[in-house]
């Protein structure tokens, strides 16, 4: 289609919208799907969700006047058509990529985007937020929300839900149901919607008696604040138990999310309300793209594909590995040649290994439970699941209550394992706290995504993990560097009996080496080179491939590195790490984390208490939330790459004159 021919090339703002006849804008719905399968087939993205809110956005902006009116997107996942009809369309081929747009609303690229999200279930609490300063100013603007059934199985949703029910202001809620999280929707709530929608005989009569209202001359819709009075009492009859009208909303729904003109009536009676309300509207995950609509959960976040054939097939689940012959022979610490060892359970991502890891746990011990907030296939459950049905849980979007509930579990004995991103676990620091670590349960926490995360932005970032649980006693936190290593880390911290976190990045994981594979001893980390050099390299698991990569530039340089795999960021063997700090001239301490308050700091307040006579140097992430842009871009970015790191250990080792460049190479 030709620009000239194109709807979209010519909706600068949501106001062009208005003057277009309802086949004009199914016409324009034909148009953003299309845009939105071919920019994420090439660059990927989240493609389900964003098909399934076109008609819904459209009808949105035709109806509330952005920015003036606020549209708060939950999660933000969906907003790529709020994007192309808010004056972003030229510049959508550069969505999720470094510099370009983002994949989530951000208020610093358009005055559209009221609020940043990226974390689940804030819309309804930011909106109501956004509402009272707008009532409290004298503006009566008004401001809407816009949660999925999924993000409304998170717990603070709910706190929103029962203020705005008290402070009564016309807050309107848009809670998109297409009985999908990224995977099926799950819980108490989700079976609720589902009666909500299925109550026939109600949708008949509510149909009916909208209809016959709104043809009554003179009165019509005018009528319609009355009309969904007395629903309420119709409701009394057919529907007794509707929670929304409980807790103070009024409740219009179900509504065919897809068909515009009907989305548009509902939502202009709406926003006269003087009231909160929840518009319960049934949308098709992935509508128009038959592939997504088929399978939405594998196409809720897909990177590139292709168009016509989707997503390639999943490579087969690896052979699974006899691990009876497989105990750790104990080797000294000096590694001289490096082995490279047989990929069996480093093959793929640190995903795929925390994946074969726990399943292979589950099978030796019953006790072995996985926990999910909603993320099974983002957190690489599925195999779990499928071979141990009974001990897997996905508890919805519920960070907090997936921790709790682990710990009520290893209270009773069992091993839980709760898989979480590094982001999101930030929602339940005190759970983990308080649950947690103050009983000393045994609840292990696969801290997936630990680090820079690829295209997501600053909301995805994994970067205070450490800096948030290293100060809370009894917590171990371990960070591999591989895939055997993230196994022997699973084994040990389920045989320890106490809190535990691994915390792993979302990358491949590097080759295996013979030091990767060492019995892991408490509190120490392992050398994967030792030459004797004056300078050492220590550094979180995730940092390994850079870590290398900056050791063979400084080679170049004639500066050798010995390398220091931490493994341990806690608890640390205090003495241990005291002696090698001894040993070196220079000790630069390299985390995917941020500074302040992270590891590296812990290490200089170590050498400062016990005088070691090594210069401390730290690297890591200072001072900012990370950008969108790829894992490696950022790690450039932040000095953390091969390239950054060599050059400042360089620059440290100018500042101080440690040594000569003679004595630096064996
Ligand atoms: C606190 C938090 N946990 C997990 C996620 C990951 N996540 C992103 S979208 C999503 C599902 C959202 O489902 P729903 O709200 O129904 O929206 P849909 O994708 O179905 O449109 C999840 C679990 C998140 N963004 N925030």
């Known amino acids: 289609m030709s620009e000239a021919e194109s709807l979209l090339a010519q909706i600068y703002e949501p106001q ?3 003057n277009l006849s309802f086949k004009a804008l199914n016409q324009l719905a034909a148009e953003i799907r299309e845009i939105i399968v071919s920019t994420v087939s090439k660059q990927g993205g989240h493609l389900a969700s964003n098909l399934g809110v076109v008609e819904l956005t459209i009808a949105l902006h035709r109806v509330f ?19 192309l009809l808010t004056g972003r369309y030229e510049e959508f081929p550069s969505l999720r990529q470094a510099g370009g747009l983002a994949g989530f609303p951000k208020r610093t690229e358009s005055p559209h985007d009221a609020f940043n999200t990226g974390h689940a279930s804030t819309s309804i609490s930011a909106a109501l937020g956004i509402l009272t300063g707008e009532w409290l100013q004298g503006k009566r603007n008004r401001v809407v929300a816009v949660i999925g059934d999924g993000a409304l199985t998170g717990g603070l949703a709910y706190e929103a839900l029962s203020h705005a029910g008290q402070l009564h202001l016309p807050l309107v809620v848009i809670l998109n149901d297409n009985k999908m999280s990224i995977s099926p929707n799950v819980g108490g ?12 005989r109600y949708q008949w009569f509510r149909r009916n008696f909208d209809s016959m209202a709104k043809r009554l001359p003179l009165v019509g819709s005018a009528f319609f604040d009355m009309v969904v009075r007395l629903k309420r009492a119709v409701k009394a009859v057919f529907y007794t138990d509707n929670f929304f009208v409980d807790l103070g909303f009024e409740y219009v729904g179900p509504i065919d999310g897809h068909h515009i003109q009907q989305l548009e009536q509902v939502l202009q009676d709406v926003r006269r309300l003087d009231r909160p309300v929840v518009v319960h509207v049934i949308t098709r995950k992935g509508k128009g793209y038959q592939f997504a609509e088929k399978d939405p959960g594998s196409y809720h976040g897909v990177s590139s594909f292709s168009i016509s054939g989707g997503l390639a097939p999943e490579e087969p689940a690896a052979e699974e590995p006899d691990t009876s012959q497989q105990e750790p022979v104990l080797s000294p610490v000096t590694i001289p040649v490096i082995n490279i060892l047989p990929d069996r359970w480093g093959n793929g991502s640190f995903t795929d290994a925390f994946n074969r890891a726990i399943l292979d746990a589950g099978g030796r011990d019953t006790r072995v439970m996985a926990i999910t ?30 921790v709790t509930f682990a710990a009520g579990l290893a209270a009773q004995g069992m091993r839980p394992v709760v898989a979480v ?3 999101f676990i930030q929602r339940a620091v005190d759970q983990v706290i308080h649950d947690v670590a103050m009983q000393k349960l045994p609840v292990l926490f696969a801290l997936d995504r630990a680090g820079f995360v690829s295209d997501d932005g600053e909301t995805h970032q994994g970067l205070f993990d450490i800096a948030l649980f290293r100060p809370v006693p009894n917590m171990t936190i371990l960070a591999p560097a591989g895939g055997l290593e993230l196994k022997r880390m699973l084994d040990w911290a389920l045989a320890s009996v106490e809190p535990a976190m691994i915390r792993y990045p979302k990358a491949l994981c590097p080759p295996e080496i013979h030091a990767l594979s060492l019995p892991l001893e408490r509190g120490k980390g392992v050398f994967i080179r030792e030459w004797g050099a004056s300078v050492c390299l220590a550094f979180t698991g995730s940092l390994y491939t850079e870590v290398w990569d900056a050791a063979d530039r400084l080679l170049g340089l004639n500066i050798a590195a010995d390398l220091y795999n931490l493994r341990f960021l806690k608890p640390v063997h205090e003495d241990y790490l005291a002696k090698i700090m001894n040993r070196y001239e220079l000790m630069v301490f390299i985390e995917e984390g941020i500074i302040e308050g992270g590891f590296g700091e812990y290490a200089t307040e170590l050498a400062y208490r016990r005088q070691c006579t090594a210069q401390i140097r730290v690297l890591g992430i200072r001072g900012n939330f990370g950008t969108l842009g790829k894992r490696e871009e950022l790690l450039h970015i932040s000095g953390l790459d091969g390239e950054g790191i060599a050059a400042s250990v360089r620059r440290f080792y100018g500042e101080n004159r440690i040594l000569p460049y003679s004595r630096m190479v064996p």
């Not at 006047?65 to 058509?81: A, F, L, M």
Request: charged share 25%.
């Open 65 to 83: 006047n952005s920015p003036q009116d606020k549209i708060i997107w939950d999660v933000g996942h969906q907003c790529y058509t709020h994007k």
């Open 16 to 18: 062009d919208l208005k």
């Open 373 to 402: 907030a909603a993320m099974e296939k983002g957190t690489g459950l599925s195999p779990f699941k499928a071979a141990f049905p009974t001990r897997f849980f996905d508890v919805g979007i519920a960070e907090e209550h997936a």
């Open 421 to 423: 991103y590094s982001t």
């Open 189 to 200: 709530l989700s079976k609720y919607l589902s009666r909500l929608t299925m109550k026939a």
